[in-house]
């Protein structure tokens, strides 16, 4: 069957580390991966897409890779910070499906 | 740009009755319009794609008679909940593709309307 897991529910690190969160995917080809910041009560926001063919995207202090052998794409927040507490979704899109969603970690910066 | 409003923000409604929730894309032209439901610490589950001026795509597992979507103009859909429940008590959240962008993979979501549903 088909499924999307992300490596925990909830990640605390320290201010200043760099954060990592991973999405993996089980049967499914995915077009592209997109990830995605979503607050409490509010809804998700963009942060960056990155295609089947390309293995890393940058973004200021983000970086997302994507391996399409593992079925893996790790989402990296570096110099981390109080405010970048949120829940991180990753989303894959397949052709002639649509966006399907990751349960998302809720990544928590402690001072 | 490419702003995404819902309304209203919140909602609370008698069981049996129905609700209707808007979503507006408010700088961008959006032919296709997306609907989610997210229950506490769960995510997005997709329930219908709405496409303007047509009928919308519902997903498995969705009533089509219960959940009415409505995507009359390029900047409009709404859903309404018809007599509602309990367990139709939710975070209900809309998106939308920019259709006259490059940025055709890209969804910009709403806020969110929270159901709750006595």
């Known amino acids: 069957s088909q499924k999307i897991e992300q490596n925990s529910e909830a990640l605390n690190i320290q201010e200043g580390k760099t954060a990592t969160l991973t999405c993996n995917y089980t049967?499914?080809?995915?077009?592209?991966l997109q990830w995605y910041r979503q607050d409490p009560g509010r809804g998700p926001v963009f942060l960056l897409l990155?295609?089947?063919?390309?293995k890393e995207k940058r973004k200021e202090r983000l970086k997302v890779t994507f391996d399409t052998t593992l079925k893996q794409s790790l989402f990296h927040i570096t110099a981390s910070q109080p405010a970048d507490s949120a829940t991180y979704l990753c989303?894959?899109?397949?052709?002639?499906?649509?966006?399907?969603f990751g349960p998302g970690t809720r990544l928590s910066v402690l001072p | 740009g490419a702003v995404v409003s819902q309304h209203p923000s919140r909602v609370i409604c008698k069981s049996g009755t129905s609700v209707k929730i808007e979503c507006r894309s408010l700088?961008?032209?959006?032919?296709?319009m997306f609907w989610y439901r997210q229950f506490p610490k769960k995510s997005l589950m997709l329930m219908a794609t709405?496409?303007?001026?047509?009928?919308?795509?519902?997903e498995q597992g969705v009533e089509k008679d219960k959940f009415l979507i409505n995507h009359a103009s390029l900047t409009l859909s709404t859903l309404t909940v018809t007599s509602a429940h309990p367990e139709d008590s939710s975070f209900y959240i809309c998106?939308?593709?920019?259709?006259?962008?490059?940025?055709?993979?890209?969804?910009?979501f709403g806020p969110g309307t929270r159901l709750t549903v006595l």
């Open positions: 049967n499914y080809s995915p077009a592209y």
């Open positions: 998106s939308a593709r920019d259709a006259t962008s490059g940025s055709y993979n890209e969804q910009f």
């Open positions: 989303a894959l899109y397949t052709y002639g499906q649509n966006f399907v």
């Open positions: 709405s496409n303007e001026g047509s009928k919308a795509t519902y």
């Open positions: 700088d961008f032209q959006a032919t296709t």
């Open positions: 990155i295609r089947e063919n390309e």
